[in-house]
């Protein structure tokens, strides 16, 4: 059975929405999921699985979630090879050019510990709405097509 890790950081809700909507479409596509907040989580849990999925929020002018600077920081060293990675995440598009910008920071960190990507990374305006689940359905379907060839 393929596994997964979700992991997110929040302060208001949202992101845990984006990481409730995309666990339950991977476990409707048969995928064991773990979905973890991120100071319980670490970067090392993410080599027991074939998909490793983070849903940030981003916070003053585009800076990172204060408590995930350790997670973020051990993630570029850990090593992901053959893992698929996808991000997703609520920001405020009142940021304009910050909006989501941590969401493509943690992007980045898992392309530099090795992992591949499996979808165009996710924006959501704060709340998740009727739209928004629909991308987060197709971004998970297609995590799954991507960790199932990467296992062929
Ligand atoms: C002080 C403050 C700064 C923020 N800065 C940004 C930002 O730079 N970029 C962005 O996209 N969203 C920013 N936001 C909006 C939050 O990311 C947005 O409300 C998000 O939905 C919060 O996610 P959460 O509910 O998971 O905590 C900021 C919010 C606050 C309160």
Do not use: R, W
């Not at 995309?22 to 989580?41: G, K, P, S």
């Amino acid at each position: 059975m393929m596994k997964a890790l979700v992991v997110y950081a929040t302060i208001t809700g949202n992101n845990e929405d984006v990481a409730d909507i995309i666990t339950d479409a991977l476990e409707n596509l048969d995928v064991e999921v773990e979905e973890t907040e991120m100071t319980m989580a670490d970067p090392a849990d993410f080599e027991d699985v074939d998909i490793c999925v983070i849903c940030p929020y981003t916070y003053d002018e585009g800076a990172l979630p204060e408590e995930g600077l350790d997670f973020y920081d051990d993630l570029q060293d850990e090593q992901l090879d053959g893992k698929v990675y996808g991000v997703a995440g609520s920001g405020d598009t009142f940021y304009g050019d910050n909006f989501c910008v941590a969401v493509d920071k943690f992007g980045e960190a898992l392309a530099t510990a090795g992992a591949s990507k499996g979808s165009e990374n996710v924006h959501v305006n704060l709340a998740p709405d009727e739209d928004d689940i629909k991308k987060l359905d197709a971004f998970a379907k297609q995590l799954v097509e991507k960790a199932g060839q990467a296992n062929e």
